[in-house]
């Protein structure tokens, strides 16, 4: 069992503090919105949740049975899908689903066909990633994340560039694979986060 623990953690960039004193705790089954207006610091906190940037005080821990996990092991047990993430744009579908999980064990052993067929993109599992169209990029981002076989999923803007079928299919995922890990959504569409039982505002945290 995966927890993350915060601890008065604050983020500032030169003399701007993004977020001070953020105390939460977040064990597996929990999921958290982070709510803010453009600018407010959403990404950032999610980059200091990961590990990619660090902290300017206080602690982030993550606890796996018990034991603190050391801050270079952070990324094993997490997967992030966000707008500032790019994809390798040369590979096939297939190719790039092969290179993923050549580093992240897949949900249940779920073959790449099968998760193909979950991510509606059967039609395109030859096609390169680079001539995939915004919508489908998205879903494939959202894929590698929710089909990784890790604890903590990340999600930044998760249904940007989604259609109306496609923000149906995020919520199908969520349910179906969001369950029992921690998952934490920045966000500013309600269609997104419904379903977190936990909510913050980072103007609450200047
Ligand atoms: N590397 C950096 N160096 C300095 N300032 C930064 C850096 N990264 C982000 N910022 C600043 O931190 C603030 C928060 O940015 P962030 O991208 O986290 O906001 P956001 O809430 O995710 O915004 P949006 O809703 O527009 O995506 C902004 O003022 C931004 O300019």
Redesign the pocket.
Known sequence: MLKIHLEEASKR??Y?W?FKNLNLELSQGNSLAIT?S???????LLKCLSGSIPISSGKIDYILDGKPISETDWFSYLSISAPYMEVPEEFSLEELLDFHFKFKKPLDGISSKEIIEQLYLSQHALKAVGQFSSGMKQRLKLGLALFSDVPLILLDEPTSNLDKKGIDWYQEMMREYGKNRILVI?S?EPREYTFCEQKIT?EDFK
Request: charged residues 15%.
């Open positions: 960039f030169q701007e993004i803010g453009n600018g407010s610091g959403k990404s950032t920045c500013n980072l």
